[in-house]
């Protein structure tokens, strides 16, 4: 069971930058596809962005362009999410997800996932 560990949130005024990282806690042959999700209680699961196993393909939820960019990291199966210009409705859980095969945006297709990491942007 591959195991992913999510680091970098934290409480950030509207308009800083906070940088988002995740691992698979254990070595494994596969590179993956790789995807930030975040959720508020009591709401569905909501895509971010993602990045296919080679960084090659990128792909990032429309209202979050020009905000949010997601890219590999240099280790294998280790992805970041810069997030600047935040603001209040950033405000969630924010979970790191992985997949064999190619990138998507439901949670379903998505097959590992981390414990979440909170961010909470203040007005």
């Known amino acids: 069971q591959v195991r992913l ?35 508020v209680p009591g709401n569905e699961r909501e895509f971010v962005a993602a990045v296919n196993w080679d960084g090659g393909s990128l792909d990032v939820a429309e209202s979050l362009k020009g905000r949010f960019t997601i890219t590999r990291g240099n280790v294998k199966n280790t992805v970041l999410l810069q997030m600047n210009n935040l603001r209040p409705e950033d405000t969630a859980d924010y979970y790191c997800a992985a997949r064999t095969g190619v990138l998507g ?13 909170r961010v909470t942007v203040s007005s």
């Open 5 to 39: 560990v999510e680091s970098g949130g934290g409480l950030m005024q509207a308009g800083g930058s906070l940088r988002l990282f995740c691992a698979a806690s254990e070595r494994v042959e596969n590179a993956f596809a790789m995807a930030w999700f975040r959720q």
């Open 105 to 117: 945006r439901l949670p379903n297709e998505y097959l590992y996932w981390g414990q979440g990491t």
